[in-house]
């Protein structure tokens, strides 16, 4: 097991649905990711919070909206996606965002599919 | 050029085999390099660090060289259990939020 979860696993929703991505984190670390993996595609860094502070937003459009309430949840709003929003959106966390050997551990990821 | 290339692959070996995985990285300040294996559609999970001095762990190697500005992985004795997508991450010191992942190599290992 990670420490890292996340809910739900798969998420299926309209272009004109509100939902939410949750992420908890079990492992005390200080920083907190959200990316996006389309199919066949590589990792791409969303967002980071450290410290519950948004430290990077990697121009991400907003339909999708973080919210870090405290250093071990975070959240993913999702409002008017459109399909090419389907993906896995992946949650990491890391003791912290700078230093050497700063690994990031994973949680499983929800699968989502907008119609 | 992107900041972090590894070998397209795929790379289909058969059981027992000794697989190697380059991966060049164009920022030299980079600092944290990380090998991890992701399961198809399942998370990405850290495999190993790779510490300047090289490291080993079971049948993986894991070797930095800053001078040519890659890292490496090599797989000794290749099991089925090893068939996956292997991703390299180089992180600047002062920032693991710009941690740059790589495409991945896929490598599949047959009986």
């Known amino acids: 097991e990670t420490g890292v979860t996340q809910t739900p696993r798969h998420l299926v929703m309209g272009m004109t649905n509100k939902k939410s991505l949750k992420c908890e984190q079990h492992?005390?670390?200080?920083?907190m990711y959200w990316y996006k993996q389309s199919a066949k595609k590589p990792l791409e860094l969303m967002f980071v919070?450290?410290?519950?502070?948004?430290?990077e937003n990697n121009s991400v459009p907003s339909r999708f909206s973080p919210e870090c309430p405290n250093s071990s949840h975070l959240f993913l709003h999702l409002h008017t996606l459109q399909p090419e929003d389907s993906a896995l959106y992946l949650c990491?966390?890391?003791?912290?965002?700078?230093?050497?050997?700063?690994?990031?551990?994973f949680g499983p990821g929800t699968r989502l599919t907008v119609l | 050029r992107k900041e972090v290339e590894q070998d397209p692959g795929p790379f289909n070996v058969p059981e027992g085999a000794t697989v190697a995985f380059n991966c060049t990285y164009s920022?030299?300040?980079?600092?944290?390099f990380f090998w991890y294996r992701q399961d198809c559609r399942k998370e990405p999970k850290l495999l190993m660090s790779?510490?300047?001095s090289g490291n080993e762990d079971g049948r993986f190697t894991a070797q930095l060289n800053r001078a040519s500005q890659y890292i490496s992985l090599l797989i000794r004795d290749s099991k089925l259990s090893d068939s996956a997508t292997y991703l390299c991450?180089?992180?600047?010191?002062?920032?693991?939020?710009?941690?740059?992942f790589g495409d991945g190599t896929t490598l599949t290992v047959k009986p």
């Open positions: 990491a966390s890391s003791p912290r965002t700078s230093g050497t050997y700063n690994e990031q551990f």
């Open positions: 492992l005390g670390h200080n920083a």
């Open positions: 919070y450290s410290l519950e502070e948004r430290v």
């Open positions: 920022n030299s300040a980079s600092q944290s």
């Open positions: 790779v510490y300047s």
């Open positions: 991450v180089v992180t600047p010191n002062t920032n693991a939020g710009k941690s740059t």
